[in-house]
């Protein structure tokens, strides 16, 4: 279909070129016959490894927005590119300092208007006096240090953490302010600071963003996760949760690739016994036919039979011997068994 087409030249244009032709198709008899007969014994697992490629391609392509040289979502490979991306946000800090401007108060005063209403008697004071300490930060001489700033930052993402699950708007506050300052500190850095400094804050961003959507498909359940892999099925349901909205209308840096490997490269809806059986008994009835017959042929019977019996027939007298032989060649096994006269 169309549609079927769209979502493999998505997948084509990430680097995701290792499918099946069931995958490409869309056609569940197709897929399960890959499955069944690629996987088959002495088959050489022709569909696994197709797949398996598959899935590295598009753990790859997920993983570049996160950073170059990202192959794989192992935990060690996060906790390094963590680690860069951290370095670069203290860097740049470090040579750009947060300069308080009209628009940062404006940003602030939203947040607070939309949220501060909403805050229960504990978190409203905590609230207020956060906004407090940045705003004497920021309208010190020299502004508020790269340091302060970090600080800042990760005390309200952290708040903003803790908060999102029980009271969403609370934490949809802290984050607010959060947010405010990474925007008044890329707007200094566009001003005063350097063209290699704003594009690196740019992308550090973004990468940054990536790393936390990849954090949270790579800590859910099951084989492939475990081996450093990025499930189609999992980032999309990583992405959708973070924002429905977003991924309904295909924005975000992941909504198009986590939408076409979910389509594309989804397991068999269940364990395909049914369609297997169908399947085996389409190719193999002729075969089995076939065999059924020449097995059950008096000529082969009685070969079978006499090669079966050939060590007891040594120890029977000659004339019994010739008896048996014709019963079992004319296919009459009960007189063979009742024997013949002597």
């Known amino acids: 279909s169309a549609a079927r087409t769209r979502l493999v030249d998505v997948l084509a244009d990430e680097g995701v070129t290792s499918l099946t032709a069931g995958q490409r198709t869309g056609n569940k008899s197709l897929q399960y016959a890959e499955t069944f007969l690629g996987d088959g014994p002495l088959a050489g697992q022709g569909a696994s490894r197709i797949q398996q490629e598959g899935q590295e391609q598009f753990t790859r392509a997920a993983m570049r927005r996160a950073g170059q040289g990202l192959d794989d979502a192992a935990p060690e490979v996060l906790a390094a590119n963590q680690k860069r991306l951290s370095q670069n946000f203290d860097d740049l800090s470090a040579r750009n300092p947060l300069v308080a401007d009209a628009k940062v108060a404006q940003d602030i005063g939203a947040v607070a208007a939309r949220y501060e209403n909403v805050l229960d008697s504990l978190q409203k004071p905590i609230f207020e006096s956060t906004m407090d300490s940045i705003f004497q930060k920021m309208l010190k001489p020299g502004g508020m240090t790269g ?111 986590a939408r076409a490997g979910a389509g594309v490269m989804a397991p068999l809806p269940n364990s395909g016994t049914a369609q297997r059986n169908a399947l085996t008994n389409l190719l193999m009835l002729p075969v089995s036919a076939t065999a059924g017959r020449v097995l059950t042929s008096r000529p082969v019977q009685g070969y079978l039979g006499n090669q079966l019996l050939a060590g007891p027939l040594r120890n029977l007298p000659p004339a019994r011997q010739q008896a048996i032989i014709r019963v079992l060649i004319n296919g009459d096994s009960r007189r063979a068994l009742e024997g013949p006269p002597n």
């Open 147 to 257: 340091a302060e700033y970090q600080v800042a930052r990760s005390d309200l993402g952290t708040m903003g953490n803790a908060l999102i699950q029980n009271n969403p708007q609370a934490g949809k506050a802290f984050k607010g302010l959060r947010d405010a300052l990474d925007s008044a500190m890329e707007r200094g850095i566009a001003k005063n600071g350097s063209p290699e400094d704003i594009k690196l804050w740019r992308d550090t961003r973004r990468e940054y963003g990536a790393q936390k959507t990849i954090e949270k498909t790579a800590s859910r359940a099951g084989e492939a996760t475990a081996e450093g892999q990025l499930v189609p099925a999992n980032l999309r349901n990583t992405v959708a949760t973070e924002n429905r909205g977003a991924y309904a209308r295909g924005e975000g840096q992941f909504s198009e690739l």
